[in-house]
T-cell receptor, first 115, second 112 residues
Protein backbone atom coordinates (compact mmCIF):
# COMPACT_ATOMS: atom_id res chain seq x y z
CA UNK A 1 0.00 0.00 0.00
CA UNK A 2 1.79 3.09 -1.25
CA UNK A 3 2.10 6.02 1.10
CA UNK A 4 1.64 9.67 0.32
CA UNK A 5 3.58 10.58 -2.79
CA UNK A 6 5.01 13.99 -3.54
CA UNK A 7 6.82 15.17 -6.60
CA UNK A 8 9.17 16.52 -7.43
CA UNK A 9 11.29 15.88 -4.36
CA UNK A 10 13.55 18.79 -5.21
CA UNK A 11 12.64 21.82 -7.28
CA UNK A 12 14.83 24.76 -8.22
CA UNK A 13 13.21 27.89 -9.60
CA UNK A 14 14.52 31.34 -10.42
CA UNK A 15 12.81 34.37 -8.94
CA UNK A 16 9.66 35.18 -10.86
CA UNK A 17 9.04 31.65 -12.15
CA UNK A 18 6.14 29.40 -11.17
CA UNK A 19 6.43 26.35 -8.94
CA UNK A 20 3.97 23.44 -9.07
CA UNK A 21 4.08 20.89 -6.30
CA UNK A 22 2.11 17.66 -6.53
CA UNK A 23 0.70 15.43 -3.84
CA UNK A 24 -0.95 12.05 -4.37
CA UNK A 25 -2.73 10.99 -1.18
CA UNK A 26 -2.82 7.46 0.14
CA UNK A 27 -5.36 5.20 -1.52
CA UNK A 28 -8.80 5.83 -0.09
CA UNK A 29 -7.88 9.20 1.42
CA UNK A 30 -9.91 12.21 0.32
CA UNK A 31 -8.55 14.78 2.77
CA UNK A 32 -5.32 16.61 1.99
CA UNK A 33 -3.37 19.13 4.06
CA UNK A 34 -0.42 21.22 2.90
CA UNK A 35 2.27 22.45 5.31
CA UNK A 36 5.38 24.55 4.86
CA UNK A 37 8.56 24.05 6.86
CA UNK A 38 11.03 26.92 6.83
CA UNK A 39 14.61 26.36 8.04
CA UNK A 40 14.71 26.10 11.86
CA UNK A 41 10.91 26.33 11.99
CA UNK A 42 8.15 23.86 12.64
CA UNK A 43 5.52 22.79 10.19
CA UNK A 44 3.06 25.58 9.40
CA UNK A 45 -0.40 24.78 8.10
CA UNK A 46 -1.27 26.28 4.74
CA UNK A 47 -4.45 24.75 3.35
CA UNK A 48 -6.90 21.87 3.84
CA UNK A 49 -8.74 20.40 0.88
CA UNK A 50 -11.20 17.67 0.16
CA UNK A 51 -11.93 16.45 -3.33
CA UNK A 52 -12.79 19.51 -5.46
CA UNK A 53 -13.19 21.75 -2.40
CA UNK A 54 -10.99 24.06 -0.37
CA UNK A 55 -12.12 23.68 3.22
CA UNK A 56 -9.67 25.94 5.05
CA UNK A 57 -7.03 28.17 3.48
CA UNK A 58 -6.40 30.34 6.51
CA UNK A 59 -2.67 29.57 6.47
CA UNK A 60 -2.17 30.38 2.83
CA UNK A 61 -0.48 33.67 1.85
CA UNK A 62 -3.06 35.90 0.21
CA UNK A 63 -1.14 36.39 -3.01
CA UNK A 64 0.72 34.11 -5.42
CA UNK A 65 -0.29 30.85 -3.69
CA UNK A 66 -3.15 28.61 -4.73
CA UNK A 67 -4.13 25.00 -4.21
CA UNK A 68 -6.50 22.54 -5.79
CA UNK A 69 -7.55 18.93 -5.37
CA UNK A 70 -9.44 17.90 -8.49
CA UNK A 71 -11.81 14.99 -8.79
CA UNK A 72 -9.15 13.07 -10.67
CA UNK A 73 -5.44 13.37 -10.11
CA UNK A 74 -3.16 14.74 -7.43
CA UNK A 75 -3.51 17.82 -5.30
CA UNK A 76 -1.47 20.73 -6.62
CA UNK A 77 0.09 23.59 -4.70
CA UNK A 78 0.95 26.38 -7.08
CA UNK A 79 3.26 29.29 -6.30
CA UNK A 80 3.39 32.05 -8.86
CA UNK A 81 6.27 34.51 -9.26
CA UNK A 82 8.38 32.81 -6.63
CA UNK A 83 10.63 34.85 -4.34
CA UNK A 84 13.62 33.76 -2.26
CA UNK A 85 11.46 33.69 0.86
CA UNK A 86 9.44 30.85 -0.67
CA UNK A 87 12.44 28.52 -0.32
CA UNK A 88 11.28 25.84 2.08
CA UNK A 89 10.20 22.24 2.39
CA UNK A 90 6.54 21.73 1.47
CA UNK A 91 4.82 18.70 2.95
CA UNK A 92 1.43 17.33 2.24
CA UNK A 93 -0.50 14.96 4.45
CA UNK A 94 -3.60 12.93 3.78
CA UNK A 95 -6.24 11.30 5.94
CA UNK A 96 -9.33 9.17 5.42
CA UNK A 97 -11.45 11.55 7.45
CA UNK A 98 -11.17 15.00 9.02
CA UNK A 99 -8.28 15.60 11.39
CA UNK A 100 -7.65 15.25 14.27
CA UNK A 101 -9.92 12.25 14.69
CA UNK A 102 -8.22 10.64 11.69
CA UNK A 103 -4.44 10.37 11.53
CA UNK A 104 -2.60 12.49 9.01
CA UNK A 105 0.01 10.59 7.01
CA UNK A 106 2.79 12.76 5.63
CA UNK A 107 4.57 12.61 2.34
CA UNK A 108 8.36 12.98 1.98
CA UNK A 109 8.10 16.64 1.02
CA UNK A 110 9.21 18.83 -1.86
CA UNK A 111 12.23 20.99 -1.22
CA UNK A 112 11.88 24.23 -3.15
CA UNK A 113 14.93 26.39 -3.72
CA UNK A 114 14.50 29.80 -5.27
CA UNK A 115 17.65 31.28 -6.77
CA UNK B 1 3.43 34.40 22.79
CA UNK B 2 3.44 31.58 20.27
CA UNK B 3 0.68 29.01 20.51
CA UNK B 4 3.12 26.12 20.93
CA UNK B 5 6.61 26.45 22.39
CA UNK B 6 9.24 23.76 22.03
CA UNK B 7 12.93 23.99 22.84
CA UNK B 8 14.78 23.23 19.59
CA UNK B 9 17.83 21.79 21.36
CA UNK B 10 19.97 20.15 20.18
CA UNK B 11 19.77 17.54 22.89
CA UNK B 12 22.63 15.03 23.10
CA UNK B 13 22.47 11.94 25.30
CA UNK B 14 24.39 8.66 25.59
CA UNK B 15 22.80 5.41 24.52
CA UNK B 16 20.55 3.98 27.22
CA UNK B 17 19.62 7.35 28.73
CA UNK B 18 16.08 8.43 29.48
CA UNK B 19 15.09 11.35 27.27
CA UNK B 20 12.48 13.94 28.17
CA UNK B 21 11.04 16.17 25.45
CA UNK B 22 8.54 18.88 26.26
CA UNK B 23 6.14 21.41 24.80
CA UNK B 24 4.07 24.15 26.35
CA UNK B 25 1.02 25.74 24.81
CA UNK B 26 -1.24 28.68 25.39
CA UNK B 27 -4.58 27.65 23.86
CA UNK B 28 -6.70 25.96 26.51
CA UNK B 29 -9.00 24.62 23.77
CA UNK B 30 -6.39 22.10 22.62
CA UNK B 31 -7.57 18.57 23.33
CA UNK B 32 -5.61 16.37 20.92
CA UNK B 33 -1.87 16.02 21.37
CA UNK B 34 0.59 14.25 19.12
CA UNK B 35 4.27 13.57 18.83
CA UNK B 36 5.86 13.12 15.43
CA UNK B 37 9.35 11.89 14.67
CA UNK B 38 11.15 13.26 11.64
CA UNK B 39 14.42 11.85 10.41
CA UNK B 40 16.56 14.23 8.39
CA UNK B 41 14.87 15.12 5.11
CA UNK B 42 12.14 12.51 5.63
CA UNK B 43 8.40 12.62 6.23
CA UNK B 44 7.19 13.21 9.78
CA UNK B 45 5.73 10.01 11.22
CA UNK B 46 3.23 9.81 14.04
CA UNK B 47 4.66 8.33 17.24
CA UNK B 48 2.06 9.02 19.90
CA UNK B 49 -1.50 10.34 19.92
CA UNK B 50 -3.25 11.39 23.12
CA UNK B 51 -6.65 12.82 23.78
CA UNK B 52 -7.09 15.16 26.75
CA UNK B 53 -5.02 14.64 29.89
CA UNK B 54 -3.18 11.58 31.11
CA UNK B 55 -0.46 9.19 30.11
CA UNK B 56 -0.06 6.83 27.19
CA UNK B 57 2.65 4.23 26.84
CA UNK B 58 3.86 2.42 23.74
CA UNK B 59 6.99 0.36 24.11
CA UNK B 60 9.86 2.64 25.09
CA UNK B 61 7.77 5.76 24.55
CA UNK B 62 5.48 7.47 27.07
CA UNK B 63 3.42 10.57 26.34
CA UNK B 64 2.08 12.71 29.15
CA UNK B 65 -0.42 15.54 28.98
CA UNK B 66 -1.04 18.00 31.80
CA UNK B 67 -3.82 20.28 30.62
CA UNK B 68 -3.89 22.26 33.87
CA UNK B 69 -0.30 23.33 33.25
CA UNK B 70 -0.64 23.36 29.44
CA UNK B 71 2.38 21.10 29.24
CA UNK B 72 3.04 17.89 27.34
CA UNK B 73 5.98 15.53 27.47
CA UNK B 74 7.42 12.62 25.57
CA UNK B 75 9.72 10.24 27.43
CA UNK B 76 12.00 7.80 25.65
CA UNK B 77 13.43 5.00 27.77
CA UNK B 78 16.63 3.12 26.94
CA UNK B 79 17.36 5.53 24.09
CA UNK B 80 19.05 4.11 21.00
CA UNK B 81 21.13 5.76 18.25
CA UNK B 82 18.21 5.05 15.93
CA UNK B 83 16.15 7.47 18.03
CA UNK B 84 18.32 10.33 16.73
CA UNK B 85 15.84 12.56 14.93
CA UNK B 86 13.78 15.70 15.31
CA UNK B 87 10.70 15.31 17.50
CA UNK B 88 7.74 17.56 16.77
CA UNK B 89 4.83 18.08 19.09
CA UNK B 90 1.48 18.92 17.50
CA UNK B 91 -1.94 19.74 18.86
CA UNK B 92 -5.48 20.50 17.86
CA UNK B 93 -8.65 21.83 19.41
CA UNK B 94 -10.54 18.91 17.95
CA UNK B 95 -12.89 20.70 15.62
CA UNK B 96 -13.31 18.54 12.55
CA UNK B 97 -10.89 19.44 9.84
CA UNK B 98 -8.85 21.93 11.83
CA UNK B 99 -5.15 21.98 11.18
CA UNK B 100 -2.53 20.68 13.53
CA UNK B 101 -0.42 23.31 15.27
CA UNK B 102 3.19 22.19 15.47
CA UNK B 103 6.08 23.13 17.70
CA UNK B 104 9.43 23.91 16.10
CA UNK B 105 10.79 20.48 16.95
CA UNK B 106 13.60 19.28 19.22
CA UNK B 107 16.64 17.69 17.61
CA UNK B 108 17.85 14.65 19.55
CA UNK B 109 21.18 12.92 19.12
CA UNK B 110 21.85 9.60 20.87
CA UNK B 111 25.47 8.54 20.86
CA UNK B 112 26.62 4.92 21.09
Amino acid sequence: NAGVMQNPRHLVRRRGQEARLRCSPMKGHSHVYWYRQLPEEGLKFMVYLQKENIIDESGMPKERFSAEFPKEGPSILRIQQVVRGDSAAYFCASSSGPSPAYEQYFGPGTRLTVT
Amino acid sequence: QKEVEQDPGPLSVPEGAIVSLNCTYSNSAFQYFMWYRQYSRKAPELLMYTYSSGNKEDGRFTAQVDKSSKYISLFIRDSQPSDSATYLCAMSDGQAGTALIFGKGTTLSVSS
